[in-house]
């Protein structure tokens, strides 16, 4: 699917899944791909919510005490972490009126800034780090418990990347040539993957 959208007519996902099976799978297709966009889109608001929270508390540390609790202990989130999600979403509502490709600036700005940080929060943590040094994250004994570990890394993995795999012709047909997707996915993806994780590793067993 993403060689048809990037090389021939650059088409989008759902148009050439009606292309490929016709108008009635289409629909079921559409509606695996909406449900997608609502999970995913509600867990990462979720996430940039309790990035929010934690802005919030390091700039008043007090916010629990300032702001009274009113949600139920069996939600698991206070009202303090629910105004962090309510902010971070009224934050994100103009970015949806941008279309894909006017977002390409933005990424040329972030996608930078992201590796800087990752690098020194690396180095910080490093630096930082106890004398009890990585912890059990990184001198896990070997056994059952190691072959797991490494089959849920694997599935975690392709599991963040599966909707974009599936969906890839709405990332492909922007291509100018066909090289152009391959060259992306071969030599960008994989080595900012590895790095990304290596270093979400070493920072989370540095800090533990």
Known sequence: MGHVGESIRHLESHISVHNMVYVHAEHFYLLRKYTNIVVTGGFQAWIGGECIYICLKAIWPSIEERIPNH???STGVTTAQFLGYIIFMVIS????YIRPHGMQPLLYVSAPIVMVFIVVLLI????????QGFGETI???SGHTSGWTIAFGIGSTIGAIAAGLLNQNDYARFAR???DAIQGQAIVFSPYAIF?????ILVTAATE
Not at 124 to 131: D, K, Y
């Open 124 to 131: 910080w943590s490093l630096a930082t780090m106890g004398p």
């Open 196 to 200: 990304c994780c290596i270093g979400g």
């Open 71 to 73: 949600m139920a202990q």
């Open 177 to 179: 040539k066909p090289s």
């Open 139 to 141: 001198t896990m004994s």
């Open 93 to 96: 509502m103009p970015f949806i």
